[in-house]
């Protein structure tokens, strides 16, 4: 099976909070990434967390990480249409490789 | 300061042609990897190279797939005889060599891919 697994698909409404989650199983990671893929474009690194901690804030995104568990979430406050994209979970192992998730399709609607 | 450059970005070949797909790292990063990615699928990992050394090629199809990163010029992922399976989105990405520093993240930044069609 896959080593990162994500749910792929999700849909909210405008103004609400998304929640994407994401499954690891390299307990060695060093750190976990979220990336946002719009259609037709490049990843773009929205954040990452360092895996000695458990919460990582930056502005409207809030990432939780559950060691124990292997479980990563991305939290988007005040979801707006333009978070529309494909969001990546990332796991970066002690050899510098990184494995990604087949990705969730976030799908905002007014 | 320019980030990963790939191209090129839109690439047509017919069956059995070869592809040759370039990746420029961001300035001072030393480390490549190679991704693909099949219309409506994730990113799957290929291949990692440091400057003249493959690291990690877990990822590669076994034929008619390579990969080389010279000590001057871009990386260069090849498919030699190209199939329509091959047709996908291949993304480059580049990280410097700090990848043990707690504070560092050591983040990848992507180039913005190169769309190979097979026809």
């Known amino acids: 099976g896959e080593d990162v697994e994500q749910s792929l698909f999700l849909s909210v409404r405008e103004g609400d909070s998304s929640v994407i989650n994401c499954t690891y199983t390299?307990?060695?990671?060093?750190?976990l990434y979220w990336y946002k893929q719009e259609p037709g474009a490049g990843l773009q690194l929205l954040t990452y967390?360092?895996?000695?901690?458990d919460m990582k804030q930056d502005q409207r995104l809030t990432v939780l990480l559950n060691k124990k568990d292997k479980h990563l979430s991305l939290r988007i406050a005040d979801t707006q249409t333009g978070d529309s994209a494909i969001y990546f979970c990332?796991?970066?192992?002690?050899?510098?490789?990184?494995?990604f998730g087949a990705g969730t399709r976030l799908t905002v609607k007014p | 300061n320019a980030g990963v450059m790939q191209n090129p970005r839109h690439l047509v070949r017919r069956r059995g042609q070869e592809a040759r797909l370039r990746c420029s790292p961001m300035?001072?990063?030393?480390?490549v990897y190679w991704y693909r990615q099949l219309p409506e699928e994730g990113l799957k990992f290929m291949v990692y190279?440091?400057?003249?050394?493959?690291?990690?090629e877990s990822g590669m199809p076994k034929e008619r797939f390579s990969a080389e990163f010279p000590k001057e010029g871009p990386s260069i992922l090849r498919i030699q005889q190209v199939v329509r399976g091959d047709s996908a989105a291949y993304f480059c990405?580049?990280?410097?060599?700090?990848?043990?520093?707690?504070?560092?993240?050591?983040?990848?930044?992507f180039g913005e891919g190169s769309w190979l069609t097979v026809v």
């Open positions: 990332a796991e970066r192992g002690v050899n510098n490789d990184m494995r």
């Open positions: 990405a580049s990280s410097d060599n700090n990848h043990r520093g707690q504070g560092s993240g050591n983040t990848i930044y």
């Open positions: 190279l440091q400057k003249e050394n493959i690291i990690d």
């Open positions: 967390i360092f895996s000695n901690m």
């Open positions: 390299d307990s060695s990671s060093t750190y």
């Open positions: 300035k001072g990063h030393s480390h």
